[in-house]
């Protein structure tokens, strides 16, 4: 069976490349809206609160769910913040803000997340960004910053700083336009960006690699290049326990995220003894999945899944491995880098 999953890959992959011509036709079309938003024949609105976009230009995989929770752990301390997403997958329309009974099919997964991980923080879903962000500021009009959760190419929204996230091992400069390849758009969409973050990085990434990877990337003069990596901690969890994890084995790992490749490479690390269940981003498991899960002894999962999941399994048999993305050589880059630019004319 798995011989016939990678021979269908490997069809469907070099299949890719004869859509050329109709990527190259997304792409210009894009481009073309692009101009329009860049020279104000289409209208961006701003806003008297900074608003900060976190995106990419591949599809998904990036790690803007950890990075969002970065920024609200270095910014929150300070500053009174609320997080605004589409709430990808949801069954409901319009503006909610999100409350911890809310279900993964009310808002989505990522933004329940926030919610369960920083019950302080004003958490909202809209897929109208514009709609989002007023609704927002007339219930908390004392906000002094709102994050846009994928919202790079949301150009309704003019963002007062922009963040562009690329992985360590897919950089968008290696890629090209949906459907040949992954991107959004061109990859001359980055020079919108204030600051590009290279993600899940090495722990040990040498100063050599992050020279080489900024001669891909050439990063223009007003463009921060920042280094991150997924830190794992040291006990599985959920609602009720924690385990060392250590002690924990002989589990099913069940992913439904863009690329599980580094969670089960540091499980692996760990000599931990595990089979996996994999499914693609956002995956709502049907009740016959979840039928064949309960009959499992012990299952592991990403956070975001576990949106989804727990309401399926009693707690001594679901857990899930928590996750934070940290800034490499110097932490403190990005907080200072958002600030300067968000305030240097303000005293």
């Given at each position: 069976?798995s011989?016939f999953k990678n ?6 992959k070099?299949f890719r490349y004869?859509?050329f011509?109709?990527?190259?036709l997304y792409g210009c079309?894009?481009?073309?809206r692009?101009f329009l938003?860049?020279y104000?024949?289409l209208k961006s609105?701003s806003?008297?609160v ?6 990419n230009?591949?599809t998904g995989g990036?790690?803007k769910t950890p990075?969002i ?5 270095i910014l929150?301390e300070?500053?009174?913040?609320a997080t ?20 993964s099919l009310d808002?989505g997964?990522?933004?329940l997340?926030?919610k369960?991980n ?7 879903v809209?897929g109208?960004r514009?709609r989002g962000?007023?609704n927002l500021?007339?219930?908390?009009p ?7 959760d994928?919202?790079?190419?949301h ?5 007062d700083?922009s963040i562009?996230l690329?992985t360590?091992k897919?950089l968008y400069v290696r ?8 991107l959004?758009?061109?990859q001359?969409g980055a020079k919108?960006?204030?600051m590009?973050?290279?993600?899940k ?13 900024a001669?891909?990337l050439r ?5 921060k290049l920042?280094f991150s990596?997924?830190?794992y901690?040291e006990?599985?969890?959920n609602t009720?326990?924690?385990?060392d994890?250590?002690?924990f084995?002989?589990f099913t790992l069940v992913?439904?995220?863009a690329?599980p ?5 540091h499980?692996?690390a ?6 996996h269940e994999?499914?693609?981003?956002h ?6 999945e ?7 002894p012990?299952?592991l999962?990403?956070q ?5 999941l727990k ?20 932490p403190?880059s ?6 300067k ?7």
């Open positions: 069976m011989k021979y269908n890959f490997a069809i469907m070099y004869f859509l011509p109709l990527s190259v079309i894009l481009s073309v692009n938003f860049n104000s024949f609105k806003y008297s900074p608003v900060i976009c976190v995106g230009l591949n990036t790690g990075m929770e970065l920024l609200v752990r929150g300070d500053y009174s913040l605004l997403s589409r709430g990808y997958k949801r069954t409901t329309k319009g503006f909610i803000e999100v409350n911890a009974n809310h279900s808002v997964d990522e933004p997340q926030f369960k920083f019950p302080d923080l004003k958490v909202a809209d109208d514009q962000i007023s500021l007339s219930v908390y004392s906000l002094d910053m709102i994050l846009l994928d919202a790079f190419q150009r309704k929204v003019k963002p700083f562009l690329t360590y897919d890629d090209f336009v949906l459907p040949t390849g992954n959004r758009e061109f001359t919108r960006a204030d590009i973050i290279v993600t990085c090495p722990k040990d990434l040498s100063k050599t690699e992050q020279k080489d990877i001669l891909q990063p223009k003069p007003y463009q920042l990596s997924i830190f901690s006990f599985v969890t009720l326990q924690k385990i994890v250590n002690s084995n002989n992913t439904g995220i690329n490749s580094p969670l089960v490479r499980l692996k760990l000599d931990k003894e595990f089979s994999k499914s693609p981003d995956h709502e498991f049907s009740a016959a979840i039928q064949r899960l309960q009959k499992l012990l299952l999962t990403t975001k899944d576990y949106m989804r309401t399926e399994f009693s707690p001594e048999k679901l857990f899930y491995l928590p996750i934070e993305s940290r800034i490499l050589d110097d403190d990005l907080k200072l880098n958002i600030e630019q968000l305030f240097e004319n303000l005293e």
